[in-house]
Nanobody, 122 residues
């Protein structure tokens, strides 16, 4: 059974930092991509970024480039999303997802974490 378990998140002031983690089990991540998405109330789910597990290749949405960093720990099958210089507009429910294709399209990812709330106060 594939499971993605998220941790981290919370409340932070604008300009602060938070770190999200996503631990994968029941799936071989070596041939997968881990992506991060977010969804604010009343808005569609938005691509944040992804990492190709084998190559470490990265892709970020323009809105987070230079502020967010995705990494992975191969030994622990854990992906991380480090968020710096947070803005109120970053407030959303954040999800990790795993799939076989390197794509920003949410529907292409069959496996999802439970979601973690990130709230940035002004």
């Amino acid at each position: 059974q594939v499971e993605l378990v998220q941790s981290g998140g919370g409340l932070v002031q604008a300009g602060g930092s938070l770190r999200l983690s996503c631990e994968a089990s029941g799936v071989t991540m070596s041939n997968k991509v881990m992506a991060w998405f977010r969804q604010a109330p009343g808005k569609e789910r938005q691509f944040v970024g992804l990492i190709s597990w084998s190559s470490g290749a990265l892709n970020y949405a323009d809105s987070v480039k230079g502020r967010f960093t995705i990494s992975r720990d191969n030994a622990k099958s854990v992906g991380n999303l480090q968020m710096n210089s947070l803005k109120p507009e970053d407030t959303a429910l954040y999800y990790c997802a795993a799939g076989s294709g390197s794509t920003p399209r949410a529907e292409r990812y069959p496996y999802w974490g439970q979601g973690t709330q990130v709230t940035v106060s002004s």
